[in-house]
């Protein structure tokens, strides 16, 4: 549906933009350290059509928050509806951490027939939500920085299209962006957006476009094929003019998500660490450009080549993937041979471990670069349990939270407890409780005495 039919019909009445709540009106409790506020859906020109969440994660004893970290969904109900959930997640939570960002997760009410690009195109009105949003949570929150602090977008199909778009209208806030299965308009096409225009500010913000093998890739048949011809011309565009960015094909799916986390998170944290400033209100700093690599574009899917510090690089340039360091570059061609990022070191131990009766409940950090998959409970010194027992995720290594097909946690929400059902009564027990990355690595802990 072409987009200024779908706002006639929206503003008309037509469509039930107005009224859309159902599905999105069951999410897990926004209590600090979250918060949450929802916009109704507008009729004023320029504004969203459509209702919408956003959720927020500051994580606890920060001060003066550095920037945010936001996890934008794709198109349709179930995809936006998965946006409730977002900023829940304890592996992108790990990363907002680190940087002392917080973590943004919208959610745009979407029926499932109204037309995406009423919010994925910023211009649409989500761009100014977004930003009243981070005013608005900034005031509710104690934290009036929110609404001048830089922005690291991870976007997923319609998301893609998001925050690619908000990297051309916005690259003096923006860290970095990731591009998941979704690009931007940068040549005009019959009944869709008009294009964006490339900006030399917009062609020093990192992005890397992000999508599966059988996304076009290799097989130009499914209803996806789509995808890999607009991700190939946009990147070919934007790095044609210097720009720095990057292609990471997944060699195991098709628009899932499947495992990139593994190095969407790696490659954020390269980005912000990089160009975060330390002065609250102060430029992003440039990418240092003497630590870059540089490989061509695996475009067929199939062979991978190793990646070349920038300076050694002896093809074309314009035309090579760019890549922000060394250790990204090892991480990017592990993920593009079988996604498995490898990761040598242990997940945080858990902390905060609390006996009543035979109820255990306890607090535990993701491990940033392989999140958590399980935790060992062990009673007396022997393993008397695994929570959870089989941890799950369709698509991809299994997790503690186990996880959607927009790379959100379902609900109801994995919680960190276990209760003892074969304690002996009156008998005082010494637990302790392991963590186990998604790695298979296992961290330390001491016993409750």
Same mark, same amino acid.
């Given at each position: 549906?072409?987009?200024?039919?779908?706002?006639?019909?929206?503003?008309?009445?037509?469509?039930?933009?107005?009224?859309?709540?159902?599905?999105?009106?069951?999410?897990?409790?926004?209590?600090?350290?979250?918060?949450?506020?929802?916009?109704?859906?507008?009729?004023?020109?320029?504004?969203?059509?459509?209702?919408?969440?956003?959720?927020?994660?500051?994580?606890?004893?920060?001060?003066?928050?550095?920037?945010?970290?936001?996890?934008?969904?794709?198109?349709?109900?179930?995809?936006?509806?998965?946006?409730?959930?977002?900023?829940?997640?304890?592996?992108?939570?790990?990363?907002?951490?680190?940087?002392?960002?917080?973590?943004?997760?919208?959610?745009?009410?979407?029926?499932?027939? *109204?037309?995406?690009?009423?919010?994925? =195109? @910023?211009?649409?009105?989500?761009?100014?939500?977004? !930003? &009243?949003? +981070?005013?608005? $949570?900034?005031?509710?929150?104690?934290?009036?920085?929110?609404?001048?602090?830089?922005?690291?977008?991870?976007?997923?199909?319609?998301?893609?299209?998001?925050?690619?778009?908000?990297?051309?209208?916005?690259?003096?806030?923006?860290?970095?962006?990731?591009?998941?299965?979704?690009?931007?308009?940068?040549?005009?096409?019959?009944?869709?957006?008009?294009?964006?225009?490339?900006?030399?500010?917009?062609?020093?913000?990192?992005?890397?476009?992000?999508?599966?093998?059988?996304?076009?890739?290799?097989?130009?048949?499914?209803?996806?094929?789509?995808?890999?011809?607009?991700?190939?011309?946009?990147?070919?565009?934007?790095?044609?003019?210097? *720009?720095?960015?990057?292609?990471?094909? =997944? @060699?195991?799916?098709?628009?899932?998500?499947?495992? !990139? &986390?593994? +190095?969407?998170? $790696?490659?954020?944290?390269?980005?912000?660490?990089?160009?975060?400033?330390?002065?609250?209100?102060?430029?992003?700093?440039?990418?240092?450009?003497?630590?870059?690599?540089?490989?061509?574009?695996?475009?067929?899917?199939?062979?991978?080549?190793?990646?070349?510090?920038?300076?050694?690089?002896?093809?074309?340039?314009?035309?090579?993937?760019?890549?922000?360091?060394?250790?990204?570059?090892?991480?990017?061609?592990?993920?593009?041979?079988?996604?498995?990022?490898?990761?040598?070191?242990?997940?945080?131990?858990?902390?905060?471990?609390?006996?009543?009766?035979?109820?255990?409940?306890?607090?535990?950090?993701?491990?940033?670069?392989?999140?958590?998959?399980?935790?060992?409970?062990?009673?007396?010194?022997?393993?008397?349990?695994?929570?959870?027992?089989?941890?799950?995720?369709?698509?991809?290594?299994?997790?503690?939270?186990?996880?959607?097909?927009?790379?959100?946690?379902?609900?109801?929400?994995?919680?960190?407890?276990?209760?003892?059902?074969?304690?002996?009564?009156?008998?005082?027990?010494?637990?302790?409780?392991?963590?186990?990355?998604?790695?298979?690595?296992?961290?330390?802990?001491?016993?409750?005495?």
């Amino acid at each position: 549906m072409h987009r200024f039919l779908a706002l006639f019909l929206a503003l008309s009445g037509t469509l039930p933009l107005l009224a859309q709540r159902t599905p999105y009106d069951v999410f897990p409790a926004a209590e600090p350290p979250y918060h949450r506020i929802r916009y109704d859906a507008s009729t004023e020109p320029g504004r969203l059509t459509f209702a919408a969440n956003f959720t927020l994660w500051i994580p606890p004893g920060v001060r003066t928050v550095r920037g945010v970290i936001v996890h934008q969904h794709g198109c349709g109900e179930g995809s936006c509806k998965s946006g409730l959930t977002g900023a829940y997640d304890l592996h992108w939570q790990a990363l907002a951490r680190k940087h002392q960002c917080a973590l943004l997760s919208p959610s745009y009410e979407q029926p499932e027939s *109204a037309e995406c690009q009423l919010w994925c =195109d @910023p211009r649409n009105g989500s761009d100014e939500a977004f !930003q &009243r949003a +981070l005013s608005d $949570l900034g005031a509710q929150s104690g934290h009036p920085e929110l609404a001048r602090v830089p922005w690291a977008l991870w976007g997923h199909s319609g998301g893609g299209f998001w925050a690619g778009g908000m990297v051309l209208l916005h690259p003096d806030r923006i860290v970095a962006a990731w591009l998941r299965s979704g690009v931007p308009p940068i040549q005009q096409t019959d009944g869709r957006p008009a294009p964006y225009s490339i900006s030399e500010a917009s062609c020093q913000v990192p992005v890397m476009c992000n999508l599966g093998v059988k996304e076009g890739v290799s097989d130009r048949t499914n209803r996806f094929a789509g995808v890999w011809p607009g991700v190939e011309r946009y990147f070919k565009t934007l790095r044609s003019r210097g *720009a720095l960015i990057g292609v990471s094909i =997944d @060699p195991l799916t098709s628009h899932e998500c499947g495992n !990139q &986390r593994y +190095l969407a998170i $790696l490659w954020l944290d390269a980005c912000l660490t990089a160009r975060l400033p330390q002065r609250a209100g102060a430029a992003l700093k440039p990418m240092p450009a003497a630590a870059a690599y540089l490989v061509p574009i695996n475009a067929n899917g199939t062979a991978v080549l190793s990646p070349v510090p920038a300076a050694k690089y002896a093809g074309k340039r314009e035309e090579a993937v760019w890549l922000p360091n060394r250790e990204i570059a090892h991480a990017w061609e592990d993920y593009s041979r079988n996604t498995m990022v490898q990761d040598r070191t242990p997940p945080p131990a858990p902390k905060n471990l609390r006996v009543k009766g035979n109820q255990l409940t306890w607090e535990a950090d993701a491990d940033l670069e392989s999140g958590l998959a399980q935790f060992l409970i062990e009673r007396d010194g022997q393993v008397v349990a695994r929570v959870p027992e089989s941890p799950k995720n369709p698509f991809g290594r299994p997790l503690f939270q186990n996880l959607q097909y927009s790379d959100t946690p379902p609900q109801p929400l994995a919680a960190m407890k276990y209760t003892d059902t074969t304690a002996v009564p009156g008998t005082r027990h010494q637990y302790r409780v392991i963590a186990i990355n998604t790695a298979g690595l296992q961290s330390a802990s001491k016993p409750r005495r």
